[in-house]
């Protein structure tokens, strides 16, 4: 139960820096859609990959 309530506090963040940086660059659409989709993959590589391995250290 505690990464369904940590995982919020990455999720968020990272679709809104994707949309951000996608609105920043191109201002498109389908740019902002596919930078929120990059922002949700690294926040699932960060939650699944690097805080686990921090913990056990």
């Not at 995982?7 to 609105?23: D, L």
């Not at 902002?32 to 690097?50: K, P, Y």
């Amino acid at each position: 139960m505690k990464t369904e309530n940590t995982s919020i506090y990455y999720i968020v963040p990272a679709v809104i820096c994707g949309i951000a940086t996608a609105c920043v660059v191109t201002g498109s659409i389908g740019y902002m859609v596919l930078g929120a989709v990059l922002g949700l993959l690294s926040a699932a590589f960060w939650m699944n990959v690097v805080v686990p391995k921090g913990e056990k250290a």
